[in-house]
C-alpha cells in the first residue's frame, strides 16, 4: 500500500519543513521507489514519463545527505540542455531559501551563452552543488577552474535526450575524472538500447525503476482532427475558437513548419510565442521568460519544448503535424495533464498518420474523432470507419468477379457483359450482407 506522505522517509527535519513548504502531500510513484535507495547511496535509473516527479525524485534526498562542514562539490547534476538545467537550479535555490540555509548551502548553474570569466570568478569558493550542461563543466574541469573528484553524487537527467543530442560523450568524460564508486543517478521517460552500453560500464547493481504508467494519464482527453487538405493555420483558427486554454503549445515537426506556422497565425490575429532550438540563446531565454509570465496563451513549439523545456501550466497540447514515432506523441501530450490536473491532446492527422495512432490504441490509448462545426465540437467520422467500409467493399468486389462465368470463346461486347454479371452478383451479396446484419 503506499504511503500518503513523506513521514516514513529518513528525512532529516529541516527537510521534511522543505517538503512542506513545496506543498507535497505524497510521493509520486517514482519518488517512492528511488528515494530510499538513494538514501543508502545506491545507484538508481529512474524511467517514468515527462511531469511524473523525477527531479524532487533526486533533489530531496541529496538535500538530505549535504553536509555543510565541507566546502567542497558534494552533488553534480547534469541536463541536457540550458534552459532545464536552469529550471533545475531554479527548484534548488528554492528548497535552499525554504530551509533558510541562504549563504550556507551554495549552489551554482554552469550553462554555456553566459559570461565564463564571472562563473570562474565565482568558483573561487567550490559550491556545494553544481547544476549544469555537460559541456560547460567539463570546458571548466578541463581549465582546472573546478575539481568535481570530491562529488559523492552525480545525475544524469533526461539521459535519452542526452544521447539524441551528442552529449552523453561530456558526461563520459565527467565521470572519467570523477571517483570511481560515485553514486549515480540516471533519469529518463525512456531508455533507448545505446544507453545500455554506458550503464555497463558506470554502473554496478543499480536499482532499476520502471513506472509502467499508461502512455498518458486518465485526466487526458486525445482528439483527432481530419485535415482533409486545409491549411494547419486555419484550423488551429478553429480550434481556438472552441477552447479555451490556461496555455496551449502548437506542436510542429520542424523550425521551418513552426516558423511558418506562427506567420501564417499573427497573420490570422493570433497573438501567439515561439520556441525552438534555431533561436539565438538571448532569443530563447527571453521567449521562455515571456511564455512563463503567460505573455502568450498560445506557444508553436518544436519537440525541444517536449523533452528540454519545463513549461508549467500547460491545458491544452495542438499537434499542428503528428510526429513520426510513438515516444515523441508521449513527451509532447506529457506537457499538459501534469501533477493530477487536467489536459486535453488536440492532433491534426492525415491517412499517413493512421499507422502511429493505431500504435498508440494498442497502448491503451483512446481518441476520439472531432471536428469544429458553427464554434462547437462535433463527433466526426474517423478514418477507420472509412477504411473498414473500403475494405468490405474491395472484399465483395473480389469474391462477385470470382463467380462471373468466364469463356474461352472472346466475343465483341464480352467485357461489358461480364461487367453486368459482375454487378448483378454484387448487389444480391451486398443484399445477403445486409440481411446478415
Not at 502531500?25 to 511531469?51: D, F, M, W, Y
Not at 537527467?157 to 565527467?174: C, P, R, S, T, Y
Not at 555497463?200 to 481530419?226: C, G, Q, W
Not at 474517423?382 to 470470382?402: G, M, Q
Amino acid at each position: 500500500m503506499k504511503n500518503n506522505n513523506f513521514d516514513h522517509f529518513a528525512f532529516h527535519p529541516i527537510l521534511k519543513d522543505i517538503v512542506g513548504s513545496l506543498n507535497f502531500k505524497q510521493p509520486t510513484e517514482i519518488q517512492e521507489k528511488v528515494i530510499p535507495a538513494i538514501l543508502k547511496g545506491q545507484s538508481v535509473i529512474g524511467q517514468s514519463r515527462t511531469g511524473s516527479g523525477k527531479t524532487h525524485a533526486y533533489l530531496l534526498p541529496l538535500f538530505n545527505q549535504l553536509d555543510t562542514n565541507k566546502q567542497e562539490v558534494q552533488f553534480v547534476i547534469t541536463a541536457p540542455t540550458r534552459e532545464l538545467a536552469t529550471q533545475i537550479h531554479d527548484e534548488v535555490r528554492k528548497m535552499i531559501h525554504y530551509a533558510e540555509r541562504d549563504g550556507k548551502w551554495i549552489a551554482k548553474l554552469l550553462v554555456g551563452g553566459t559570461d565564463k570569466q564571472k562563473m570562474v570568478d565565482k568558483l573561487k569558493t567550490p559550491p556545494h552543488i553544481i547544476v549544469g550542461t555537460p559541456g560547460r563543466i567539463l570546458d571548466l574541469v578541463n581549465d582546472n577552474v573546478l575539481s568535481i573528484y570530491s562529488a559523492t553524487s552525480f545525475v544524469i537527467d533526461e539521459a535519452d535526450l542526452m544521447l539524441d543530442l551528442g552529449f552523453i560523450n561530456d558526461v563520459d568524460q565527467l565521470l572519467v575524472k570523477s571517483k570511481k564508486d560515485i553514486q549515480l543517478m540516471v533519469f529518463s521517460a525512456t531508455i533507448p538500447q545505446r544507453l545500455e552500453h554506458f550503464f555497463k560500464k558506470y554502473l554496478e547493481n543499480p536499482l532499476y525503476v520502471k513506472i509502467d504508467e499508461h502512455f498518458s494519464p486518465e485526466t487526458m482527453e486525445h482528439r483527432l482532427v481530419a485535415r482533409k487538405h486545409r491549411n494547419d493555420a486555419d484550423i488551429i483558427m478553429d480550434i481556438s475558437k472552441v477552447i479555451r486554454p490556461y496555455l496551449a503549445i502548437i506542436f510542429t515537426n520542424g523550425k521551418k513548419q513552426a516558423n511558418e506556422l506562427v506567420e501564417s497565425l499573427q497573420k490570422r490575429g493570433l497573438d501567439v510565442g515561439l520556441i525552438h532550438g534555431g533561436l539565438a540563446p538571448r532569443e530563447r531565454k527571453r521567449a521562455l521568460k515571456e511564455i512563463q509570465n503567460l505573455r502568450y496563451q498560445y506557444v508553436v513549439a518544436t519537440d525541444l519544448a517536449s523533452r528540454g523545456i519545463d513549461i508549467k501550466g500547460v491545458s491544452h497540447v495542438i499537434n499542428a503535424q503528428i510526429p513520426k514515432e510513438e515516444e515523441f506523441y508521449i513527451h509532447r501530450v506529457g506537457r499538459t495533464a501534469r501533477a493530477g490536473m487536467e489536459g486535453t491532446a488536440i492532433s491534426i492527422y492525415d491517412e499517413p498518420d493512421l499507422k502511429l495512432i493505431d500504435k498508440l490504441e494498442q497502448k491503451g490509448l483512446t481518441f476520439s474523432y472531432v471536428e469544429v462545426k458553427d464554434g462547437e465540437w462535433k463527433e466526426a467520422k474517423s478514418w477507420n470507419t472509412r477504411k473498414l467500409r473500403t475494405k468490405t467493399t474491395t472484399n465483395v468486389e473480389k469474391e462477385a468477379w470470382k463467380q462471373v462465368q468466364k469463356t474461352n470463346k472472346v466475343k465483341p461486347g464480352y467485357k461489358k457483359k461480364m461487367k453486368r454479371q459482375q454487378e448483378s452478383i454484387k448487389r444480391q451479396m451486398n443484399k445477403n450482407l445486409k440481411h446478415k446484419k
